[in-house]
């Protein structure tokens, strides 16, 4: 495994994150695919042993047992805090973004996760409702209360993020020193602003979706898998541009052929690139988690990245929110 450092921050971190959403208790009304408590250690162990020590996970994933289950498979396989970069977010809760809610969700994602701070604090999404300077005092306060090492922002728009940076700088409060945006090989329009903004302000970029739910580790555009099969989400994120994303599909399962490695190796070592700290890797099998750790070896050739890249057409917004998206969530 190979390490790189968070943005400024000083914060160690393996170029693969465990991407926690596919652990926690499955049910009908968030994920019927993730894994009980026993399977998730298992897979949380086997991260471990291939030098994997970032674990991203958030208050709502599986309605906050993902948080318990990575707490306490931590503690079973008896590994010591300050081993281990543990990451959450806030957002998809009541009141969102607003004073109230970040000081009521992070005593709620500390308990869960038996630990008395975190090392990454993540806002899950940006907050029409609220002022940014609401939300980031109350951010700083909880890194000069110790509850918190560092602070990222997760998919939005390049000047929704400029601006809250500017407010922090500003204010002399805390910046964000990460990124969690959506970005893969079927998904790059946050190459046109909000990408070059991270890099303005040295923020790593630690994306969701490296592989596209799947899409990208295998040929075709159906996989028979239990998440293909019931999460609503991805379809919703991918379907729309399918024509074009199966050309996509296509250039990696040649590129893979042409080097004698899988897919997810090449999806995932074109990340690796293009600048990306550590994609967020959710696996729900050993060899997934197997093929991740050997891409960080893995290097592409100016042409290879071309050929990777020559099927991409512009595709719509996906991740960052609208205010309506927003006013729909607060309804809810």
Known sequence: MKYTTLGNTGIEVSRICVGCMSYGKASE??????????????????????????????????FGTSEEYLGQSLRDLGIP?????????????????????????????????????????????????????????????????????????????????????????????????????????????????????????????????????????????????????????IRKKYDHAMENDLEIIDAVAVLAERLGVSMTEVALAWTLAKGVAAPIVGATKIPHFDAAVRAVDLTLSPEDIAFLEAPYKPHRIVGALTPTDSTEIQVK
């Open 81 to 233: 805090r300050d081993k281990v970069v543990i990451a959450s977010k806030v957002f998809f809760n009541e009141g969102m973004l607003s004073r109230k809610a970040i000081l009521r969700e992070i005593d709620g994602t500390l308990k869960r996760l038996g630990t008395d701070y975190l090392d990454l604090y993540q806002i899950h999404r940006f907050d029409y409702t609220t002022p940014i300077e609401e939300t980031m005092e109350t951010l700083d306060s909880l890194v000069k209360a110790g509850k918190v090492r560092a602070l990222g922002a997760s998919a939005m728009f390049g000047f929704q993020f400029h601006n809250m940076q500017i407010c922090a700088e500003r204010n002399g409060w805390t910046l964000f020193s990460t990124m969690q945006n959506h970005y893969n090989l079927m998904y790059r329009e946050d190459e046109r602003e909000l990408i070059p903004i991270c890099r303005q302000y040295g923020v790593s970029l630690i994306p969701y979706s490296p592989l596209a739910g799947g899409h990208l580790s295998h040929r075709g555009w159906e996989s028979g898998t239990p998440r293909s099969n019931t999460d609503r989400t």
């Open 29 to 62: 009304d968030f994920h019927r695919w993730t894994l009980d408590p026993e399977e998730s250690r298992k897979m949380i162990g086997h991260a471990l042993d291939l030098g994997v020590n970032f674990f991203d996970t958030a208050n709502v994933y599986s």
